[in-house]
């Protein structure tokens, strides 16, 4: 057990004694060390969250409301550095604001010091954090950086340690209106949500505390007050049944934010919970007398794949596809998840957790803007998998921005009407590729769709999509006639004289233009045709 004298040393004297109890109580539990994984898509306990989101809200329309965005936020966003019982995070404020958390969870008691009169941070009695000061300065740096994006921040007093001498109101008003004016946004008496555009470049407080006046929109633990429907279940027994009976709730929450009225609901799902277990077990699963999967990835998994999972045990929601969120406050929250969230909101470019340091990285996002190629439902792109032959057709009428009727008739006897959702694929792409002769098939009335499109018909759908005239006879491309077969040196040819290989990463002649196209590859081929076309 991490847990005793040091904490203990945090406390005022008045709380020691209750505390102790507190521990002794929970070693009589039985809790052991926690066996959830260190760092992973969904549960990540690091310092640096490898994801970088700092403008995400900047592509968001003005009017949405802010209880109309899926927020990422984690709660108790401070309790970092305690011990397993206390600590909710491990990442620094700055460093969740950067990977794209925009809700935070704010514990604060009116205290006194050697500074003066001041907002201290807490988790719960035993666990001091640090000052308010901290957060608001971190705030204040990110959107000074950001104007565009906007924070959400419940402040919640915490009654038993504040000093009774000092208004909690007061302390707050001098925060907002001397130490930081301007930080926190103006929304009247908070009884409207505000849009977003109301609010880019401001701190959106919630109020968890009974008070007047009120300088943000009222938010009473448990959440249940207008306009706030919130699901805080965080009392999860040790075992699996109440890491399931957890789970439920979550489920249901986001079902229900799912159809619910967002306009004038602001839905708040709390994936986290404790008291007796760690925080970081719930997030990031168990494995020891008994095995249960972590909240974090239980959520990553439904938002991945909604509408392929069947309901939890006890649930009163069906299967259906999750388009919204609403605001998750979550522990140790990985890269994945929260990008996860972020890419529900219609209108923020997509992010991919597997592009960064790629070489192609450039020609993925700017393919991906213009929705030629997407990513997959875990926020990866896959830039080393292959491509198939008529994934690669759809990608390059895409490309081409040919049109697309429908009414197009495929002279190849292997090719699907239809795989998917989009009643134009493969078939009617693959004639639009024919008729436009960039794609010629096999003898035999062949596509082979299925089959890795090869580096060499890449480069040769590509230079017939450019029609590239011939190349001065003397050009020497850099790599020979024998690495090709049939036609495709010529194509190749062509392509390297007009920069259509730029950037294809060991173009050469050790190159082997016969193995399969990778994604990356072909994102780089059809963002070179771009600048050409």
């Not at 008045?14 to 507190?22: D, E, H, I, T």
């Not at 006194?112 to 608001?136: K, M």
């Not at 949500?193 to 943000?216: A, E, K, M």
């Not at 929109?217 to 009976?245: E, L, N």
Request: aromatic share 12%; charged share 15%.
């Amino acid at each position: 057990m991490l847990i005793g004298a040091s904490l203990v040393r945090r406390l005022p004297a008045r709380l020691v004694g209750s505390v102790c109890f507190l521990f002794a109580l929970i070693l009589a539990m039985g809790l052991a060390a926690p066996s959830a994984a260190l760092a992973g898509d969904a549960f990540f306990k690091g310092t640096d969250i490898p994801l970088d989101n700092p403008d995400w809200m900047a592509d968001l329309s003005d009017g949405l409301l802010l209880s109309q965005i899926s927020l990422p936020g984690t709660h108790d966003t401070m309790a970092r550095g305690c011990d397993l019982l206390a600590d909710c995070q491990v990442a620094p404020l700055a460093d969740q604001l950067q990977a794209g958390v925009r809700a935070l969870d704010i514990r604060c008691a009116s205290d006194s010091g050697a500074q003066g009169n001041y907002f201290s941070l807490w988790h719960g009695p035993y666990c001091r954090l640090g000052t308010f000061d901290q957060v608001a300065d971190d705030c204040q740096t990110f959107l000074a950086a950001h104007p565009e994006e906007t924070i959400v921040m419940r402040i919640r007093q915490e009654p038993a340690l504040t000093n009774p001498k000092l208004l909690f109101t007061d302390m707050f008003k001098w925060y907002r209106d001397v130490k930081y004016p301007g930080l926190f946004a103006d929304i009247g008496d908070g009884s409207t949500i505000p849009t977003l555009g109301q609010v880019r470049g401001n701190v959106v407080v919630l109020q968890d505390y009974d008070y007047s006046p009120f300088w943000g929109i009222r938010y009473i633990t448990p959440g249940s007050h207008p306009p706030f429907d919130s699901q805080d279940s965080y009392v999860v027994p040790f075992s699996k049944a109440g890491f399931d009976a957890k789970w439920a709730g979550i489920y249901d929450h986001l079902y229900a934010t799912n159809a619910g009225n967002r306009t004038s609901t602001w839905y708040v799902n709390w994936l986290s919970g404790g008291t007796q277990t760690y925080p970081e077990r719930v997030a990031g699963g168990y494995s020891g007398g008994f095995s249960a999967t972590g909240m974090n990835d239980r959520t990553l998994a439904l938002l991945r794949g909604s509408a392929l999972l069947d309901p939890p045990s006890g649930s009163g929601s069906a299967k259906a596809p999750l388009v919204r969120t609403g605001t998750l406050m979550m522990d140790f929250p990985g890269p994945g998840l929260i990008q996860a969230i972020i890419n529900l909101n219609p209108g923020v470019p997509r992010r991919f957790t597997d592009v960064s340091g790629s070489p192609y990285e450039t020609a993925i996002y700017e393919l991906a803007a213009r929705q030629i190629i997407l990513g997959f439902q875990d926020s990866t792109f896959r830039p080393d998998a292959d491509v198939t032959r008529q994934q690669f057709a759809k990608m390059i009428v895409k490309t081409l921005g040919l049109p697309v009727t429908g009414t197009e008739v495929c002279r190849f006897k292997d090719v699907d009407a239809q795989v998917g959702a989009d009643p134009f694929y493969p078939s009617k792409y693959v004639a639009v590729c024919a008729d436009h002769n960039i794609a010629y098939g096999y003898p035999g009335n062949l596509f082979k769709p299925l089959l890795s499109i090869s580096r060499q018909q890449l480069i040769t759908m590509v230079a017939r999509a450019a029609a590239l005239p011939e190349p001065p006879a003397g050009y020497e491309p850099g790599f020979f006639a024998g690495q090709f077969s049939a036609d495709h040196y010529q194509n190749a040819r062509k392509a390297a004289y007009a920069g259509l290989l730029d950037g294809l990463g060991g173009v050469g002649p050790s190159y082997d233009f016969f193995a399969p196209a990778s994604r990356g590859e072909c994102a780089q081929l059809l963002y070179n045709l771009l600048q050409e076309h």
